[in-house]
Nanobody, 116 residues
Framework: QVQLVESGGGLVQAGGSLRLSCAAS????????MGWFRQAPGKEREFVAV????????EYGDSVKGRFTISRDNAKNTVYLQMNSLKPEDTAVYYC?????????WGQGTQVTVSS
């Protein structure tokens, strides 16, 4: 069982930056690929970014490429999402995800609001 707690969301003006954190419980954190997803009101959940268990591989959704960076610190059981050049369309609840084989865990989400 893995519990995920996101933090770092808030209100920011367009063009600004935020860094989200996701703290994971459990000693098996390093065995999970970690990802970020987001969901805006009235829209489906959207893939944002994913990082492999050792940080050696990352992927990004087309809408955030070049602006967002995912990273992880396995010693701290934490994954980060650095968000730069934020746009109003980035407004959403951001969810942390941990996945390994059949195991798939989600956090409760953190709200990010970008004002124009």
């Amino acid at each position: 069982q893995v519990q995920l707690v996101e933090s770092g969301g808030g209100l920011v003006q367009a063009g600004g930056s935020l860094r989200l954190s996701c703290a994971a419980s459990g000693r098996t954190f390093r065995s999970y690929a970690m990802g970020w997803f987001r969901q805006a009101p009235g829209k489906e959940r959207e893939f944002v970014a994913v990082i492999s268990w050792n940080g050696g591989s990352t992927e990004y959704g087309d809408s955030v490429k070049g602006r967002f960076t995912i990273s992880r610190d396995n010693a701290k059981n934490t994954v980060y999402l650095q968000m730069n050049s934020l746009k109003p369309e980035d407004t959403a609840v951001y969810y942390c995800n941990a996945k390994s084989g059949p195991y798939d865990y989600w956090g409760q989400g953190t709200q990010v609001t970008v004002s124009s």
